[in-house]
């Protein structure tokens, strides 16, 4: 069983920042790709970065130059560290662990429970 625990959500003002923090089994932290997606009310749930074995870091556009994600290997831990926010990365921030099955368009989605960032002054 997958097992993605969240921290590091909360209220900020505009400009601040942030870093959410997503830890999970040695197991899964070295074999799977893993990364963070948000949901705002209303909306579709949206990729914010990715981390890929053998690639460099993927970005959406809206956070690019603003959020960092990085892994930690002696904590088996992904973080996304968040600058500069603004009251649209409200949201409810998801962190993802995937599992790409080889040679195979197959994979498996885990999620964890999801953390509230409120960007608002």
């Known amino acids: 069983q997958v097992q993605l625990e969240e921290s590091g959500g909360g209220l900020v003002q505009p400009g601040g920042s942030l870093t959410l923090a997503c830890t999970t089994s040695?197991?899964?932290?070295?074999?799977?790709?893993m990364g963070w997606y948000r949901q705002a009310p209303g909306k579709e749930r949206e990729m914010v970065a990715y981390?890929?074995?053998?690639?460099?870091?993927d970005y959406a556009d809206f956070v690019r130059g603003r959020f960092t994600i990085s892994r930690d290997f002696a904590k088996d831990t992904v973080y996304l560290q968040m600058n500069n926010l603004e009251p649209e990365d409200t949201a409810v921030y998801y962190c993802?662990?995937?599992?790409?099955?080889?040679?195979?368009?197959?994979?498996?989605?885990?999620w964890g429970q999801g953390t509230q960032v409120t960007v608002s002054s």
């Open positions: 981390l890929r074995w053998g690639s460099s870091p």
């Open positions: 040695r197991n899964i932290f070295s074999t799977y790709y």
């Open positions: 993802n662990a995937r599992f790409q099955v080889p040679s195979s368009p197959r994979q498996f989605d885990y």
